[in-house]
Nanobody, 126 residues
């Protein structure tokens, strides 16, 4: 059974940093794609970043490029999202997701994600 569990959310001031974690269990495929999504109140869910097979290929939404870094610790089966220079627009519930995809399909804008975590809240205030 695949399980994803996020942690690390919280409140931070504008310009600050947070590092989210997602513990992944039961998901070991030859074409694994892991992702971070976020959803702010009243807005559609947005793909933030993806990583294909443990960081071989990473992709980012334009809104977070240069500020966020997605990574994995394969030994600990954990996905991370390092978020720097946070702005109020980054306030959202953040979710990790997993799917079996090709490297070309492992993109933040892709659809068809099989597994989701329960989410962790990130609030950025002035």
């Amino acid at each position: 059974q695949v399980q994803l569990m996020e942690s690390g959310g919280g409140s931070v001031q504008v310009g600050g940093s947070l590092k989210l974690s997602c513990a992944v269990s039961g998901f070991t495929y030859s074409r694994n794609c892991l992702a971070w999504f976020r959803q702010a109140p009243g807005k559609e869910r947005e793909g933030v970043a993806t990583t294909y097979i443990g960081g071989i290929i990473t992709n980012y939404a334009d809104s977070v490029k240069g500020r966020f870094t997605i990574s994995t610790d394969d030994a600990k089966n954990t996905l991370f999202l390092q978020m720097n220079n946070l702005t109020a627009e980054d306030t959202a519930m953040y979710y990790c997701a997993a799917a079996q995809k090709s490297w070309a399909e492992c993109l933040p804008a892709s659809v068809g994600w099989d597994y989701w975590g329960q989410g962790t809240q990130v609030t950025v205030s002035a």
